[in-house]
């Protein structure tokens, strides 16, 4: 599979050394015409504010929004794919029904590691939270894949699926691997 991940700002190359990982093609994407050549799209971590600037600047707003590719976003790339942010009038590409709460794990605790049981997964899953958001609520098309002191961290909706957190950052690419076999190939 060729697995793109959007390249305007954050942590891209720690997703492509995943994607490589799982025995893919793993391609940084900077322009729109880009999207045509891929199977899915990873819209990484950073700051989805941001982020959201840029889509804006170089056309992907509009092009992901009517984009079919499969997407998987971690933490700022959960954010885009949220149909609402608390406290925002709207969300930015819309692409999956649940609520999102901007850096909701509170300061004192603003980074911290934890072994997580993912739905999906055999193994626990080596997971880091950087400002993270979580899933403040979903619709009953979303299934909940993951969940933290009662927060919801990881949800799937047909073929998107959003993680609070970083598997990136870690060596753990079971995450990336059920995404690129479980979804994408699985949507060709
Ligand atoms: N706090 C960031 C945001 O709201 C997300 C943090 C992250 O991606 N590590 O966009």
């Not at 942010?85 to 029904?97: A, D, F, Q, T, V």
């Not at 603003?110 to 993912?118: G, I, P, T, Y």
């Not at 993680?163 to 479980?182: A, G, N, Q, R, V």
């Amino acid at each position: 599979m060729k697995i793109g991940v959007l390249a305007l700002q954050g942590a891209v190359r720690e997703h492509l050394k995943h994607i490589v990982l799982s025995g893919h093609e793993g391609v940084t994407v900077k322009r729109v015409e880009e999207l045509a050549a891929l199977d899915g799209l990873v819209l990484p971590g950073g700051e989805s504010t941001t982020m959201r600037r840029l889509m804006d600047l170089y056309g992907f707003t509009e092009a992901l929004r009517q984009s079919e590719l499969p997407m998987y976003g971690t933490c700022a790339g959960l954010i885009l794919l949220a149909q609402d942010i608390e406290g925002y009038e709207e969300g930015h590409l819309k692409k999956m029904n649940i609520k999102v709460r901007r850096n909701s794990f509170g300061r004192q605790v603003d980074s911290f590691e934890a072994d997580l049981e993912v739905k999906g997964i055999e193994e626990q899953v080596n997971a880091v939270f950087i400002r993270a958001p979580h899933i403040l609520s979903v619709a009953d098309e979303v299934e909940v894949l993951s969940e933290v002191d009662d927060k919801i961290v990881a949800v799937r909706q047909d073929k998107y699926l959003g993680i609070s957190f970083h598997p990136e950052l870690t060596d753990d690419y079971k995450i990336m691997k059920y995404f690129i076999e479980e979804m994408v190939a699985k949507n060709q």
